[in-house]
């Protein structure tokens, strides 16, 4: 089974500095998507960024960037000039086609403060 | 577009009782999922409806938990009897359709707290 880990329960960053979350997966599949979530307090967990895995570019979301490391299965994000509005619980997610392609399997978060 | 709406935000029950959770997905969206996410942990899939259909409900504690999607549309999550362990947000999530690439809406989930 595909596990996600994340490493960091949380994490902290001055405000317009630039924080890097860590996330980690296993599989056997060559083929999957990656996903980092944002879930803000009592609010909806959004779609922040996403990267095919047969994509060696990494994929950039304005602010927003990851470093994919295939052979490592390591996909951490980035987040560059912090703002207030970042904080938030981020979630890294896994989905592939072996058996539900619509099955997202989450690690367990980072809690993200940013410091005024 | 109107997102993913649940109700109620907000559920507190004793340990036996019964609860139920109401989710009216995207419209347009043939795919629906149920997770439940306890405190400290990310979400887990309960249950995956293709329109009215059961793509997967391989992690739901069939035991207690139900769930239905009439007409492909609304989906309501039954406990009965609830437990302690039942104590999480329950989020639905929607989209077009349940393919590897199709981006998952949430709704802001029902907080359920069982004593």
């Known amino acids: 089974a595909q596990t996600v880990t994340q490493s960091q329960p949380e994490m902290s960053v001055q405000e317009a500095e630039t924080v890097t979350l860590s996330c980690t997966y296993d599989t056997s599949e060559s083929d999957y998507y990656l996903f980092w979530y944002k879930q803000p307090p009592s609010r909806q967990m959004i779609l922040v960024i996403r990267q095919e895995a047969y994509k060696q570019q990494n994929a950039t979301e304005n602010r927003f960037s990851v470093n994919f490391q295939k052979a490592a299965k390591s996909f951490s994000l980035k987040i560059s000039d912090s703002q207030l509005g970042d904080a938030a619980m981020y979630f890294c997610?896994?989905?592939?086609?072996?058996?539900?392609?619509?099955?997202?399997?989450f690690g367990d978060g980072t809690t993200l403060t940013v410091k005024p | 577009e109107a997102g993913v709406a649940q109700s109620p935000r907000y559920k507190i029950i004793e340990k036996r009782q019964s609860v139920a959770f109401w989710c009216n997905p995207i419209?347009?969206?043939?795919?629906l999922y149920w997770y439940q996410q306890i405190l400290g942990q990310g979400p887990k899939l309960l249950i995956q409806f293709q329109n009215n259909g059961v793509v997967d409900d391989s992690q739901l504690p069939k035991d207690r938990f139900s769930a239905e999607r009439l007409k492909g549309v609304d989906s309501t999550l039954k406990i009965q009897p609830a437990k302690l362990e039942d104590s999480a947000v329950y989020l639905c999530a929607s989209s077009v359709r349940g393919t590897i690439y199709n981006e998952q809406f949430f709704g802001p989930g029902t907080r359920l707290t069982v004593l």
């Open positions: 997610a896994y989905r592939s086609d072996n058996t539900n392609a619509g099955k997202s399997t």
């Open positions: 419209s347009g969206h043939a795919t």
